[in-house]
């Protein structure tokens, strides 16, 4: 099981990252052209979700806005694994 971070390395984490912490999650709210697009992104963040058997809580809201959330359910909060899979999200947002 991965270890979990303490705040400090959590901080450090995020600093300069389009992630922000809520609670024992990391997430990322987007807002994008529309439904079709959003729904796209939903695809390729599955693709490579699944690709590293970590998977996100995904929430489509509106109508072109889209959050992922991240945390280490197995583990009780935030790993090194969650920032690595959100790095990889990044790339294709």
Do not use: C, Y
Not at 1 to 14: R, V
Not at 34 to 53: G, K, Q, S, T
């Amino acid at each position: 099981m991965a270890e979990l971070l303490s705040d400090d390395q959590i901080t450090t984490h995020l600093e300069g990252s389009p992630w922000t912490r809520e609670r024992d999650e990391i997430v990322r709210n987007l807002e994008l052209e529309d439904f079709a697009a959003a729904i796209a992104l939903v695809n390729r963040v599955a693709e490579v979700a699944e690709r590293h058997n970590h998977h996100p809580d995904i929430l489509i809201h509106g109508w072109n806005k889209v959050k992922l959330s991240l945390s280490n359910h197995a583990a009780g909060g935030l790993t090194d694994v969650d920032f690595e899979l959100a790095r990889r999200f990044d790339e294709v947002i």
